[in-house]
């Protein structure tokens, strides 16, 4: 709160006693502040501060180089009620037909099936199965829309992409 010309600002208007201002690349789920100035050879002075909070993705919306897929609720296992999160998928089918594993069978202990356990299960199998052409592999090399965070879902992840397909 209390923005001033020395933080983050826009010049607009000139001599007349409207303008618009237009505010890019602004975070999600964040609350801003904002009041408008004028400044002559006497100096500056503000008007009065007005605050809003942007809005986060929604399901169905494109972001960070895929689709939301579900946005973590109070109750689920990685929910922050400070920070929205959550599940984004490829916009698309990586692969049709790729095999899960890379032709050799082993336990690879990725068992965990709750919401934020996929990544760690992705590592996992990668670590156990090693190179090949594979659906973890897949993930873990995946780059997509300037994003390589990508990995296989969990069970319950899937379940909400599942619920979500056609939001």
Same mark, same amino acid.
């Given at each position: 709160s209390g923005?001033?010309?020395?933080?983050?600002?826009?010049?607009q208007g000139g001599d007349t006693l409207t303008f618009v201002s237009t505010l890019n690349g602004l975070t999600p789920a964040t609350t801003y502040y904002v009041r408008a100035y004028a400044t002559n050879r006497e100096g500056t002075v503000y008007g009065n501060e007005l605050s809003f909070t942007t809005t986060g993705p929604s399901i169905g919306d494109n972001y960070q180089g895929g689709i939301v897929a579900y946005v973590f609720?109070?109750?689920d296992p990685v929910y922050?009620?400070?920070?929205?999160?959550?599940?984004?998928?490829?916009p698309s089918d990586q692969s049709i037909g790729i095999q899960w594993y890379n032709g050799r069978y082993s336990v /690879? =202990?990725?068992? @965990?099936?709750? %919401?934020?356990?996929?990544?760690?299960?992705?590592?996992?199998?990668?670590?156990?199965?090693? /190179? =090949?052409?594979? @659906?973890?592999? %897949?993930?873990?090399?995946?780059?997509?829309?300037g994003y390589s965070d990508w990995y296989l879902p969990s069970r319950d992840e899937l379940n909400k992409i599942y619920i979500n397909k056609d939001k």
């Open positions: 923005p001033t010309i020395s933080n983050n600002h826009t010049t609720q109070s109750g922050n009620a400070n920070v929205q999160h959550g599940l984004i998928a490829a /690879t =202990g990725a068992t @965990a099936t709750a %919401l934020g356990t996929g990544n760690d299960n992705t590592i996992t199998i990668v670590s156990s199965q090693g /190179t =090949g052409s594979y @659906a973890a592999k %897949l993930c873990y090399d995946l780059v997509l829309g």
